[in-house]
């Protein structure tokens, strides 16, 4: 891969991440819901171990294995959680880090989903000079969210 293709391998996958900024955001919703579900829905009878209701005989196999399967599913699920988290805060200061105008730029179009077009008029620069702050705006963050891997050449 040449410098300048690896360089837009990360401002797609930057700005991939940056329209899917909501998305991400509702899945985490989703997993706490999902998580929370399945925890009303589980009564097993014993002891109580990590939060979660244990069979501790041997004398039903089915109630010990349903209940390891939940332990299981609920580490996945915060893990998948936690990811999550950590790449929206990662994206969050990325943008905070940037200036005032290039962040904006990056609010209205990618998160908010505002159209180019709107944004423009309602901004006080010219069309050229916002898709300049917009571009620049995406390769400080995909340095952010990558490294400085990014910009070795």
Known sequence: MTD????????????????NYNQ?????????EEKERADLFVSLPAITYDSVNVQT???NDG???????????????????????YLLNKIDRAINSLPEIEAQII????IEKNSWNSIVRSMC???????????EAVLSIAVALFGSTVLKR
């Open 63 to 85: 109630v010990e294995k349903d209940a390891m399967r939940l332990m299981h599913r609920n580490k996945m699920i915060d893990l998948d959680i936690k990811e999550n988290e």
């Open 4 to 19: 300048s293709n690896k360089e837009k391998t990360y401002k797609r996958e930057t700005k991939k991440l940056l329209r």
């Open 24 to 32: 991400i955001k509702l899945n985490i919703e989703i997993l706490k």
């Open 125 to 135: 620069y010219s069309e050229r000079n916002l898709r300049y702050k917009r571009d």
């Open 107 to 110: 609010k209205l179009f990618y």
């Open 57 to 59: 005989s041997t004398a």
